[in-house]
């Protein structure tokens, strides 16, 4: 069983940054692609961003295209969701998750392609 663990949630203001990180524990990432992805109050997980096994390619959802970075570091063993430009209806619960097939060229944008799942951060955005 696969253990993600996802840090790096708070509390911001509008316009400022924040920066999630997620960790496996007692696995590699190497072969794995990694999803963000985020859950309003009363709402489905949505898609934010992931990257593909070996970093090379990435998706991102409409809503956080330009302001959100996604990247790998495999020699970390870590996922970073750089989040720049936040507004208040970024706030939610950001989990990461590790996709079913590995080493694929392309990234997973929905949660069925998804199999390991961490416990969530919360991201909180005022104005």
């Known amino acids: 069983q696969v253990q993600l663990v996802e840090s790096g949630g708070g509390l911001v203001q509008a316009g400022g940054s924040l920066r999630l990180s997620c960790a496996a524990d007692?696995?590699?990432?190497?072969?794995?692609?990694i999803g963000w992805f985020r859950q309003f109050p009363g709402k489905e997980r949505e898609f934010v961003a992931a990257?593909?096994?070996?970093?090379?390619?990435?998706a991102y959802a409409d809503s956080v295209k330009g302001r959100f970075t996604i990247s790998k570091d495999n020699a970390r063993n870590t996922v970073d969701l750089q989040m720049d430009s936040l507004k208040p209806e970024d706030t939610a619960v950001y989990y990461c998750a590790a996709e079913r097939i590995k080493m694929r060229a392309r990234v997973g944008i929905t949660q069925d392609e998804y199999i390991y799942w961490g416990q969530g951060t919360q991201v909180t955005v005022f104005s």
């Open positions: 990257v593909n096994w070996n970093g090379v390619n990435t």
């Open positions: 007692g696995r590699t990432f190497r072969t794995d692609t």
